[in-house]
């Protein structure tokens, strides 16, 4: 069988696929690549089927050992010292070293055939937030690759700008809670500049700023969230849920992202600025 | 009931009682709407995803006519549970009355699960009875699996060991979450459950 090996693993290698999806009223997560669009356009490049499962990698570091042959693809998060957003093929024996990304977070490591861990309930992926599917990658592991695929795209290079390094500024549509607060408070919301704290993981981004001042008191029933929610904790200071949230909060939702703001926001550096409007 | 925005792919209905959730949920899930993903019942609301337009979703539920007697619709488990948990004199006390008229009470009526949350497979269970037991002043940081667990109007079974705070009255040796078993997770909303004593261990 075909397979390859993590020498090392970066601050957080996981697998990731399209995630457990329509369990949510058993109180499973979704979880799955937090970069959507990236991990998708991996798995095209190497002609993978669709919820084939690949390595994300936060904040580069990963070094893995091809064991066969293997055709792989980078996406996402650029990391210097590999080829990026295009199938290559990396000769058995050879070591594939990715150094710390120029913008951007998260990367993806497809392989042609997909990572063949055994699936929990339906996803190879990994939840931190509620223990399922594989534990994050150590140095060491063998992972084996699948034989099941389709035909190569017929593409060389696809042609992706890099997550931006600056200021990210992403739309939001009023959420089921918008008035829990001010209209003061909205209007700090939708202007101020945020910093990504260093807190932020797979669950969510969490963010330093004004705090935003609410309309009301007391406290809201837990009720069901989903992806790009932006929940405001008794802190005033917004989180934004990516894949690893849980299935029910009991914030209140200020506003939701717009959908194709997520995956810019699953790139997202600590300390980089962000704006909502 | 109210229809609340979620995003671009989802709607939250909002209700008034946690029987109308109920009742709603049970009507819902009878006859889903089309390109629907999930329906995620809560305590006052009814979350639904779809893969389909937000309008269409909209129309969809505003004409569900919730279910009668819900609470009698789902299939029956029991579960044989030892009632020897360290909160069980604190919940007494709260009820003012004595350790086995909780355990009494607890096992001598059918519980529903109205929803789940907190981790995968934890049920929200209610009954017809009133309950509100306050949660514990500072949570513990580790529950066991297994617990059987009273907080506010819910009952409740740990699926797997996590910090908690709600009130532990006893523990099952029942597995209510296994990854390896389809279906994983034994609590599903509507579900029915009657907790039987098991004896002291």
């Given at each position: 069988?075909?397979?390859?090996?993590?020498?090392?693993?970066?601050?957080?290698?996981?697998?990731?696929?399209?995630?457990?999806?329509?369990q949510a009223s058993l109180g499973i997560?979704?979880?799955?690549?937090?970069?959507?669009?990236?991990?998708?356009?991996?798995?095209?490049?190497?002609?993978?089927?669709?919820?084939?499962?690949?390595?994300?990698?936060?904040?580069?570091?990963?070094?893995?050992?091809?064991?066969?042959?293997?055709?792989?693809?980078?996406?996402?998060?650029?990391?210097?010292?590999?080829?990026?957003?295009?199938?290559?093929?990396?000769?058995?024996?050879?070591?594939?070293?990715?150094?710390?990304?120029?913008?951007?977070?998260?990367?993806?490591?497809?392989?042609?055939?997909?990572?063949?861990?055994?699936?929990?309930?339906?996803?190879?992926?990994?939840?931190?937030?509620?223990?399922?599917?594989?534990?994050?990658?150590?140095?060491?592991?063998?992972?084996?690759?699948?034989?099941?695929?389709?035909?190569?795209?017929?593409?060389?290079?696809?042609?992706?700008?890099?997550?931006?390094?600056?200021?990210?500024?992403?739309?939001?549509?009023?959420?089921?809670?918008?008035?829990?607060?001010?209209?003061?408070?909205?209007?700090?919301?939708?202007?101020?500049?945020?910093?990504?704290?260093?807190?932020?993981?797979?669950?969510?981004?969490?963010?330093?700023?004004?705090?935003?001042?609410?309309?009301?008191?007391?406290?809201l029933a837990s009720e069901g969230m989903?992806?790009?929610?932006?929940?405001?904790?008794?802190?005033?200071?917004?989180?934004?849920?990516?894949?690893?949230?849980p299935v029910t909060g009991g914030?209140?939702?200020?506003?939701?992202?717009?959908?194709?703001?997520?995956?810019?926001?699953?790139?997202?550096?600590?300390?980089?600025?962000?704006?909502?409007? | 009931m109210?229809?609340?925005?979620?995003?671009?792919?989802?709607?939250l209905v909002e209700l008034d009682t946690l029987d109308q959730v109920l009742g709603y949920y049970t009507a819902l899930t009878a006859?889903?709407?089309?390109?629907?993903?999930d329906i995620v019942p809560a305590a006052r609301t009814v979350m639904v995803?779809?893969?389909?337009?937000?309008?269409?979703?909209?129309?969809?539920?505003?004409?569900v006519?919730p279910a009668d007697g819900a609470h009698a619709v789902g299939d029956l488990i029991?579960l044989?549970?030892?009632?020897?948990?360290?909160?069980?004199?604190?919940?007494?006390?709260?009820?003012?009355?004595?350790?086995?008229?909780?355990?009494?009470?607890h096992?001598?009526e059918e519980w529903t699960v109205a929803f789940c949350g907190f981790s995968p497979g934890f049920g929200y269970l209610t009954s017809s009875a009133t309950w509100d037991i306050?949660r514990?002043?500072?949570?513990?940081?580790?529950?066991?699996?297994?617990?059987v667990a009273l907080a506010g109007e819910f009952s409740g079974v740990y699926p797997?060991?996590?910090?908690?705070?709600w009130?532990?009255?006893?523990?099952?040796?029942?597995?209510i979450f296994?990854?390896?078993?389809?279906?994983?997770a034994l609590f599903h909303p509507g579900r029915r459950v009657r907790f039987?004593?098991?004896?002291?261990?």
């Amino acid at each position: 069988m075909t397979s390859l090996t993590i020498l090392e693993t970066g601050p957080l290698a996981t697998i990731q696929d399209a995630g457990r999806v329509g369990q949510a009223s058993l109180g499973i997560p979704t979880s799955g690549a937090c970069d959507r669009a990236s991990y998708a356009l991996a798995n095209r490049l190497v002609g993978n089927r669709d919820g084939a499962a690949a390595i994300e990698v936060t904040f580069g570091g990963l070094v893995l050992h091809a064991d066969a042959d293997l055709t792989i693809a980078i996406t996402g998060a650029p990391c210097p010292g590999v080829p990026l957003n295009a199938p290559a093929v990396i000769r058995s024996g050879q070591v594939l070293r990715l150094g710390p990304p120029r913008t951007g977070l998260r990367t993806y490591v497809a392989a042609r055939g997909g990572i063949d861990v055994p699936p929990v309930l339906g996803s190879r992926s990994t939840d931190l937030l509620s223990g399922l599917g594989p534990a994050p990658l150590t140095a060491g592991q063998t992972l084996p690759v699948g034989c099941s695929y389709d035909v190569m795209p017929g593409v060389d290079l696809a042609p992706v700008a890099d997550p931006p390094a600056g200021e990210v500024v992403v739309r939001v549509t009023p959420g089921p809670r918008r008035d829990w607060f001010t209209d003061a408070a909205w209007t700090t919301f939708t202007t101020q500049s945020y910093a990504v704290s260093s807190n932020s993981n797979r669950v969510g981004v969490r963010l330093d700023g004004k705090p935003l001042e609410r309309a009301r008191t007391g406290e809201l029933a837990s009720e069901g969230m989903t992806l790009g929610a932006i929940q405001i904790p008794p802190s005033g200071l917004p989180v934004i849920f990516l894949a690893d949230h849980p299935v029910t909060g009991g914030y209140p939702v200020i506003a939701y992202l717009t959908d194709p703001e997520v995956n810019p926001c699953a790139q997202l550096r600590p300390g980089q600025p962000l704006r909502f409007i | 009931m109210r229809i609340l925005p979620s995003g671009d792919h989802a709607l939250l209905v909002e209700l008034d009682t946690l029987d109308q959730v109920l009742g709603y949920y049970t009507a819902l899930t009878a006859s889903p709407p089309a390109d629907v993903i999930d329906i995620v019942p809560a305590a006052r609301t009814v979350m639904v995803t779809t893969s389909g337009g937000l309008d269409a979703l909209s129309r969809a539920l505003r004409a569900v006519t919730p279910a009668d007697g819900a609470h009698a619709v789902g299939d029956l488990i029991e579960l044989p549970v030892t009632y020897d948990g360290e909160d069980l004199e604190d919940v007494a006390l709260v009820l003012d009355c004595s350790v086995s008229e909780v355990v009494q009470r607890h096992t001598g009526e059918e519980w529903t699960v109205a929803f789940c949350g907190f981790s995968p497979g934890f049920g929200y269970l209610t009954s017809s009875a009133t309950w509100d037991i306050p949660r514990r002043q500072s949570p513990r940081t580790k529950v066991p699996t297994g617990a059987v667990a009273l907080a506010g109007e819910f009952s409740g079974v740990y699926p797997r060991e996590s910090p908690g705070g709600w009130q532990l009255i006893g523990r099952t040796d029942v597995k209510i979450f296994d990854q390896e078993r389809d279906p994983a997770a034994l609590f599903h909303p509507g579900r029915r459950v009657r907790f039987v004593d098991a004896g002291r261990g």
